[in-house]
């Protein structure tokens, strides 16, 4: 399977942004899978943003972005999206999507297939 990440780009501090996440190939059984956001900004490991589980499509979300950032799928389009507003320039990285072979994850470790990264700068 492939992940197309897409919407990223310059936002003011305060301001939105939507993150598609496109997936190809084999696709079967989308909806089972559980997919995620990651996000590592400059000098940063990467860090867990965002998960929304197969099947149920229950959300988790990482402790800075909770309250701020939405996560979402479609499964009919093969997409997952994330809806961040009250961006912050500590929110800048580059966004990439994944999927895990579980029924969902926080932890990097369990994902296998990543997307190429979105990046979304914060201006203050």
């Known amino acids: 399977v492939q992940l197309q990440a897409s919407g990223g780009g310059v936002v003011q501090a305060g301001g939105s942004l939507r993150l598609s996440c496109a997936a190809s190939?084999?696709?079967?059984?989308?909806?089972?899978?559980?997919m995620g956001w990651f996000r590592q900004g400059p000098g940063k490991e990467r860090e867990f943003v965002a998960a929304?589980?197969?099947?149920?499509?229950?959300?988790y979300y990482g402790d800075s972005v909770k309250g701020r950032f939405t996560i979402s799928r479609d499964n009919a389009k093969n997409t997952l999206y994330l809806q961040m507003s009250s961006l912050q320039p500590e929110d800048t990285a580059v966004y990439y999507c994944?999927?895990?072979?579980?029924?969902?994850?926080?932890?990097?470790?369990?994902?296998?297939?990543w997307g190429q990264g979105t990046l979304v700068t914060v201006s203050s």
């Open positions: 994944a999927r895990t072979w579980r029924s969902y994850s926080t932890s990097r470790n369990n994902y296998n297939y």
């Open positions: 929304i589980s197969g099947g149920d499509g229950d959300t």
């Open positions: 190939g084999n696709t079967l059984r989308f909806s089972l899978y559980g």
